[in-house]
């Protein structure tokens, strides 16, 4: 255990030193459950390790002690380079699934006396025999929709035999298989797995987790193991990620949480944000910090994601810009998608041509196929790009044959002595690397894209070659992957975590954002919100949102901006009517942003044929409520409540009187009559 003079030589109060006020104050704060809020850009990482690291520096933790985990593998690997630089390397950073899986190797053979199943790389082929098997003609997207509702049917402890009766209430479906069918699925995958005498990510979890839950001596050894617990990115924890956290806790409460509400972007796949905000109510005397301070982007920038989610139930940390003042958020509509795509591509030429490196730059969508336009008015302009994708670098056939290739060009001599980028560059043209992209877009594009890479990384690489295979060997046990010089092309949600100077996010349109599947539901709408959000706060130093009033050119320009961007956009006047006493403004529709006409839109604040972005079944429940209310004191029902201060509460959901005073319509003598029955009829509709 280190003793108080720190590690690597510096004191614990020079951990502190850099650190502004929240993020000392979370960092001092070792014992007890620790909740930490923690904004977009406003440096949790940073907190995190140090707040661990001072925990080592002053004797509270001994670091084999501690396990920070996170949701993936760069983070984990990010965590770990942090904490070696500061003295700490000796804590474990691990994935959820990673941590889990070392467990259940060590005690799988010791307590069930048999060989772990092996792990699985992809459900695919077993669903494509279980589909087989239950007479369901499947494509390939069928088969990767299967394939989520299993795994979120996992992590969220939904049993094969039950789906068919929860999938409806949860708002789940593959599209052409009904819920039967998907469960008859499920459960025929499951045998064809122990079949096969294999596993896949979710059984990690569940094995670890059954045998945590069953045998008491491997739970305690465990416990005995780890005493200090870190989480990050807590609002994407599933069910069963929850589960498994507290068997390692053993109902202790030295745990750390953070993470940030605004950020919630998974819950098609299981993350459940409760577990945050919740955190007090299970771990009562939890420290709540917020980090507020946000160092990445400008005030501009900060201004339009605070706007985004102000009065809605997604709002969450209210960010303060660090920075001075840049550029306006740029607004731009076009008449199609072709023509968006051009102007996107001129304006990262200019930027280019002023200085910005191509690296800096990003283009973030809502969907893979929204890539397709952009990637040809890249490639017409000339500008370098590489498209972000789900799959691991470092996993990828070709990088794998890169490595191996250069490992034995090491061994076969001493090339050394030579330039490296040469040497890396001759090797990997025997995989047929050229120094021009290929034409077109696919696997060959992918593929020039993984090698580009590892050239451009052998650039910027200070060394041999020896020396370089050495840090792709680090690099891929800490997934930090290189990237190629080019303008990054992602989905929003292939985005979270990174950063560039310039942020262009396209197809800014409703339908797109949020996505038309969504329009349905309140819940569905606000994660399509946060979305936005994410995708904003990506930005440093410059943004630009942009939309295309229609697909292709000459089609109908019916598309408006999306719903979300209404707070950034200018503020649109009256249609004119003849005469009118004064000049006003349109009352527009609350959810497409088009202006209202008739009275009773106005007086529901959106268009008859437009969704109400309230939970319409909590609406109906209050107003059950108001009734019997109204009854008993002989007045109108409009006395306690209007409808449309219902209507708000049904939206914003409030979690607290705090909150409900908030709502237009409710005044503190309101709030002391109706505040508490409101708030049990809220938390009543939640748990149902």
């Not at 259940?104 to 279980?130: D, G, H, N």
């Not at 056939?397 to 090491?410: H, K, S």
Request: aromatic share 6%; glycine share 8%.
């Amino acid at each position: 255990m280190v003793g108080v003079h720190g590690v690597n030589g510096s004191s614990p109060e020079a951990l502190l030193a850099a650190l502004d006020p929240e993020q000392r104050a979370a960092a001092e704060t070792l014992r007890g459950p620790v909740r930490i809020l923690a904004g977009a850009g406003t440096g949790k990482t940073r907190a995190v390790t140090h707040r661990i690291a001072y925990g080592v520096a002053t004797g509270v933790y001994a670091q084999q002690e501690v396990l920070a985990v996170t949701f993936t593998t760069r983070a984990a690997g990010e965590l770990r380079h942090r904490l070696r630089a500061m003295g700490a390397g000796g804590v474990q950073a691990r994935t959820f699934h990673s941590a889990a899986l070392r467990q259940l190797r060590y005690f799988w053979p010791i307590i069930r006396k048999t060989e772990l199943p092996t792990l699985t790389e992809s459900k695919i082929p077993m669903i494509v025999q279980a589909a087989r098997q239950v007479r369901l003609e499947a494509d390939q997207a069928t088969l990767r929709d299967l394939a989520s509702e299993i795994e979120w049917s996992k992590v969220s402890n939904v049993h094969a035999d039950d789906y068919a009766r929860l999938a409806p209430r949860r708002g789940r479906s593959v599209s052409n298989v009904d819920p039967v069918t998907v469960g008859h699925v499920f459960a025929a995958y499951e045998e064809v797995k122990r079949g096969h005498g294999r596993m896949d990510m979710e059984d990690v979890l569940l094995l670890t987790a059954g045998l945590l839950a069953e045998e008491e001596r491997a739970a305690a050894q465990v416990r005995a193991q780890y005493k200090w617990f870190t989480v990050d990115e807590f609002q994407d924890v599933s069910p069963l990620q929850s589960a498994l956290l507290g068997l390692w806790t053993g109902g202790r409460h030295d745990i750390c949480v953070v993470g940030d509400p605004a950020q919630t972007i998974y819950s098609f796949a299981g993350a459940q944000p409760d577990y945050l905000r919740r955190f007090p109510e299970v771990h009562p005397g939890t420290t709540s910090i917020e980090l507020v301070r946000n160092y990445r982007s400008t005030p501009e920038i900060i201004a339009a994601a605070n706007s985004t989610l102000a009065g809605t139930p997604s709002a969450g940390v209210q960010l303060r810009a660090v920075h001075g003042s840049g550029a306006e958020v740029e607004l731009a509509g076009h008449s199609d998608e072709t023509a968006e795509a051009a102007a996107v591509a001129e304006s990262l030429h200019t930027a280019n041509a002023g200085g910005v490196p191509w690296s800096e730059m990003a283009v973030l969508f809502r969907i893979n196929a929204q890539s397709e336009a952009i990637e040809e008015a890249l490639a017409d302009r000339r500008v370098p790009y590489v498209v972000r994708g789900a799959a691991r670098f470092f996993d990828r056939p070709e990088v794998r044959e890169a490595v191996t290739r250069l490992r034995g060009t090491a061994r076969g001599g001493n090339p050394d002595g030579d330039p490296l980028q040469e040497i890396v560059s001759g090797t990997l043209a025997g995989m047929g690397w050229t120094s021009r992209p290929p034409e077109g877009r696919g696997q060959a594009r992918d593929r020039w894209e993984s090698l580009q890479a590892l050239v451009d990384q052998s650039a910027s690489f200070e060394g041999g070659l020896s020396d370089f295979v050495a840090d792709l060997d680090r690099r891929a046990e800490e997934q930090h992957a290189p990237a190629a010089d080019g303008v990054t092309l992602a989905t929003f949600h292939a985005a979270k975590g990174l950063e560039w100077d310039r942020v262009h996010l396209i197809g800014l349109q409703d339908g797109t954002v949020p996505f038309s599947y969504s329009l349905d539901s309140p819940t569905a709408i606000e994660e399509e919100r946060r979305l936005l959000y994410v995708g904003i706060t990506r930005a440093r130093k410059q943004l630009s949102c942009s939309w295309a009033a229609a697909r292709q050119p000459g089609g109908r320009a019916t598309r408006i901006p999306s719903r979300f961007l209404k707070p950034l956009l200018p503020d649109q006047p009256a249609p004119s009517r003849g005469r009118t006493s004064s000049p006003g403004r349109a009352r527009l529709c609350k959810t497409c942003g088009r202006p209202l006409s008739t009275s009773s839109e106005k007086a529901r604040s959106r268009h008859e044929d437009c969704p109400a972005l309230y939970d319409e079944a909590l609406f109906e429940r209050l107003r059950q409520w108001r009734k019997s209310t109204a009854d008993e004191m002989s007045k109108p029902a409009f006395v306690v409540f209007t409808d449309a201060t219902l209507e708000t509460v049904a939206e914003r959901r409030p979690a607290s009187l705090q909150d409900l005073l908030a709502v237009p319509g409710v005044g503190r003598q309101k709030l002391e009559a109706y505040g508490e029955e409101i708030l049990d009829i809220i938390s009543a509709h939640a748990e149902a």
